[in-house]
T-cell receptor, first 113, second 113 residues
């Protein structure tokens, strides 16, 4: 069954440390997305990708980098984690075209202390 | 720019009551409209979508009609169950490339037995 798998499921990081969140999709979708979800803010787009080797800035990219080494994998990187990046992060994949629906992963809960 | 408005932050119902969740949108284009549902501890998942104005989408007893005249896409269900308790997002997709997707702020539905 086609799916989006995120790892880790939960992560505790120290302020100033490097954090990498991973996402793998078996949908063969071209597009992949990283969102964060916070109470009062809903889902906000951080970075997205149109295919292997491509990364684009979303609405709130500051403090985050992304990497898309292959069609299947899309990583979100926090080079210097801060407590304000404590959140739940969701990865999604989708096909080309805005009428394509998204498949989301189950999320990564990140706590930065 | 494109926007989606969900005025109801939370809706509380008893089982078998009628559900109505309000959603209005703003765009200059010809969007596809979606409803996503998010259960606790999971990522959002597609509930239904409608690609053409004045058409209705339905799934699992939920219905929504794409009304271009009133720019609305309200979600309805005749009789809710406790298992419908979740957060519901109205989403607008427009343009090419799949990036131009806008999430509403979400409406939390609580159904008591």
């Amino acid at each position: 069954e086609a799916a989006v798998t995120q790892s880790p499921r939960n992560k505790v990081a120290v302020t100033g440390g490097k954090v990498t969140l991973s996402c793998n999709q078996t949908n063969n979708h071209n597009n992949m997305y990283w969102y964060r979800q916070d109470t009062g803010h809903g889902l906000r787009l951080i970075h997205y990708s149109y295919g292997a080797g491509s990364t684009e800035k979303g609405d709130i990219p500051d403090g985050y980098k992304a990497s898309r080494p292959s069609q299947e994998n899309f990583s979100l990187i926090l080079e210097l984690a801060t407590p304000s990046q404590t959140s739940v992060y969701f990865c999604a994949s989708g096909d080309l075209g805005a009428n394509s629906d998204y498949t989301f992963g189950s999320g990564t809960r990140l706590l930065v202390i | 720019g494109n926007s989606v408005t969900q005025m109801q932050g939370q809706v509380t119902l008893s089982e078998e009551e009628f559900l109505f969740i309000n959603c209005t949108y703003s765009t200059t284009g010809y969007p596809t409209l979606f409803w996503y549902v998010q259960y606790p501890g999971e990522g959002p998942q597609l509930l239904l979508k409608v690609t053409t104005a004045n058409n209705k989408g339905s799934s699992r007893g939920f219905e929504a009609t794409y009304d271009k005249g009133t720019t609305s896409f309200h979600l309805q269900k005749a009789s809710v169950q406790e298992s419908d308790s979740a957060v519901y997002y109205c989403v607008l997709g427009e343009g090419t490339g799949g990036y131009k997707v806008v999430f509403g702020s979400g409406t939390r539905l609580l159904v008591s037995p």
